[in-house]
């Protein structure tokens, strides 16, 4: 769970985070760094093909090495394919070839979580998911560091120029990280395959699509109820935040004057340290108190660390200040993204857990990545200050939800189907 959850967090970043550095660097203006984050929406809707990643075999790969690994393997090398081709472009001579890129690594990307998820849920048993969990989501902050300060790193060596723009430097970078997904494959190779949970057989066609279709979104209605609803608000909001600020963060460092070494530094290795601190943190906590508690706690800290960055905003190139404003949105990140993996992984069926999990995170990114893509926009119009405040605000409906879902006790949630 270490490299897949390496290989898992390197794209995110390629096509979000650092993408937008590499962008706003070009000269690529705001506003279309903020549309062009629409790219994430894929993710938003990996529950459309999820039941297909649950039953369809992929011909000869699936005989080879199973279900989930076959998925992938496959899913792996359509993200490979797409970050070479991100590295044979320069954006600000074609920018719509980068963005086709980007819709494939993005693509691949969310159907290697799909099958992922349900890789690691049916590993073990629901003693064992927190560990599998943190063991997960510790490769996966690796990769944050490798594919925000290392592409930054790489890309400040490989500069030939004096400082101005250097577009093959960003593709050397690209190409490097295309390589690193390496790691992934080889663990898929080495793994092994999960005990299949087998599912009733369908009797025809119709049947199979209810099954496959139907049956994984109806169980979870028919489990909650009316209950359902306030838990899918719930998943649709809590990272909205953390989410909107984000796109904005690295557009950001560059119009403070932070270079690529500084950001690499303190936001992509200090700053990833400390998230990994807080889900640390986060973890020991919910096990003492609880995971709606914690995702009360994770929620208030998430909220106020964006007004941190308001503060930040008016402050200048001031490098101590980005240290503790990344130390606190971090360490509050870590906190939040523990209890909440906890409390996803607990609403799932192991009986439909690729389906189901995709839902929930699907639901995660919905909102808030279309709210994302008016982020230049908004700064555009009323300046970094301003952006970050709102994102702060934004957030309050959030404590509404976790309270609700407190005060009706629906967490109790049963991992063994009736």
Not at 3 to 20: R, V
Not at 110 to 135: G, V, Y
Not at 149 to 173: I, K, P
Not at 265 to 282: C, E, P, Q, R, Y
Request: aromatic fraction near 14%; glycine fraction near 8%; hydrophobic fraction near 55%.
């Amino acid at each position: 769970m270490l490299f897949l959850g390496f290989s898992a967090g390197l794209p995110l970043l390629l096509i979000l985070g650092t993408l937008s550095f590499w962008l706003r660097e070009a000269g690529i203006d705001r506003s279309t760094i903020g549309y062009l984050t629409w790219v994430g929406l894929i993710y938003a809707f990996k529950w459309v093909w999820a039941p297909l990643v649950d039953r369809l075999p992929i011909p000869l790969l699936t005989k080879l090495f199973g279900r989930r690994r076959s998925w992938l393997l496959f899913a792996q090398a359509l993200i490979i394919l797409g970050l070479v081709g991100m590295s044979s472009v320069d954006p600000k001579l074609a920018l719509n070839a980068v963005v086709w890129c980007a819709l494939l690594v993005a693509f691949g990307s969310a159907t290697q979580d799909i099958a992922l998820d349900a890789f690691r849920i049916e590993s073990a048993n629901s003693d064992h998911q927190a560990a599998l969990a943190a063991t997960y989501q510790t490769g996966y902050r690796l990769a944050l560091i490798w594919a925000g300060a290392g592409v930054l790193w790489l890309a400040a060596r490989a500069e030939t120029g004096s400082g101005s723009y250097d577009a093959s430097a960003w593709q050397f970078a690209y190409l490097c990280m295309a390589a690193s997904i390496g790691v992934g494959v080889i663990t898929t190779l080495l793994s092994k395959e999960p005990i299949r949970v087998e599912l009733p057989k369908a009797r025809n066609a119709k049947a199979w699509l209810h099954q496959t279709l139907i049956e994984p979104f109806a169980e979870f209605i028919q489990r909650y109820r009316w209950h359902a609803i306030l838990i899918l608000s719930l998943i649709a909001v809590y990272r909205i935040s953390d989410v909107v600020m984000g796109i904005m963060a690295n557009p950001f460092y560059v119009d403070m004057g932070y270079t690529k070494d500084e950001v690499a530094a303190v936001s992509k290795v200090f700053g990833v340290v400390m998230t990994l601190v807080g889900a640390f943190i986060g973890g020991v906590l919910t096990l003492r108190f609880g995971v709606l508690r914690i995702l009360f706690l994770g929620a208030i800290l998430s909220a106020v660390s964006n007004l941190l960055f308001a503060w930040l905003a008016t402050q200048g190139h001031d490098l101590r200040g980005l240290v503790w404003v990344i130390s606190a949105d971090n360490l509050s990140s870590g906190i939040a993204s523990a209890a909440f993996i906890a409390f996803l992984s607990a609403l799932t069926n192991i009986r439909y857990s690729a389906t189901q999990y995709a839902l929930f995170s699907s639901m995660m990114l919905l909102l808030p990545k279309w709210l994302a893509g008016f982020s230049g926009v908004f700064v555009d119009s009323f300046g970094y200050p301003a952006f970050f405040y709102g994102t702060a605000i934004i957030g309050a409906p959030v404590l509404v939800l976790i309270w609700l879902t407190i005060h009706f006790n629906i967490v109790q949630i049963k991992k063994e189907p009736n």
